[in-house]
């Protein structure tokens, strides 16, 4: 018996934290984890985390969604630009240089300068966009999630 209580008090020696790495075959009983969890995370502060978590996830969710339409809009006003200033050139009423045109397109959405825009510029853009929309919010990763998923959903 006394063998038996000095392994369950050497099993329940001073936790750090509710995520204690522990052997599997050695788990905590209910009443020591309620009692690990009271003594590392009072209960406001839990209910503070997951209402930063869904504020930053709601807000995350509604950038991704306006990014989406956003881009479309972008993409439909820049894909009529292109046919107008197509037929006006067709017709004689101007004249492009699509090779200037391009050069300077390409030298603006090359963040990395290295000649060429790729999946690295794009990496670039990607985190330079969600470093400024991340700025200041209580919770980053709520937000980066939920702007995945209003991208993908919205």
Not at 14 to 42: I, K, M, Y
Request: aromatic letters at 8%; one cysteine or more; a positive charge.
């Amino acid at each position: 018996m006394e063998q038996r209580k000095a392994a369950t008090a050497a099993t329940r020696a001073a936790p750090t934290g509710v995520f204690d790495a522990r052997p599997v075959d050695q788990p905590l009983a209910r009443a020591d984890a309620a009692a690990d969890l009271a003594t590392t995370n009072d209960s406001s502060s839990a209910v503070i985390t997951m209402t930063q978590v869904s504020f930053g996830g709601l807000c995350g969710w509604c950038a991704g969604m306006a990014g989406k339409h956003i881009g479309k809009t972008a993409a439909v006003a820049l894909g009529t630009g292109f046919i107008a200033l197509q037929l006006l050139s067709y017709n004689g009423y101007v004249s492009v240089n699509w090779q200037k045109m391009e050069a300077d397109v390409m030298g603006a959405l090359d963040l990395n300068k290295d000649g060429k825009v790729d999946q690295e510029d794009l990496r670039s853009w990607f985190k330079k966009g969600m470093k400024i929309c991340q700025y200041n919010m209580p919770s980053s990763a709520g937000f980066a999630g939920g702007f995945v998923m209003g991208v993908r959903y919205g």
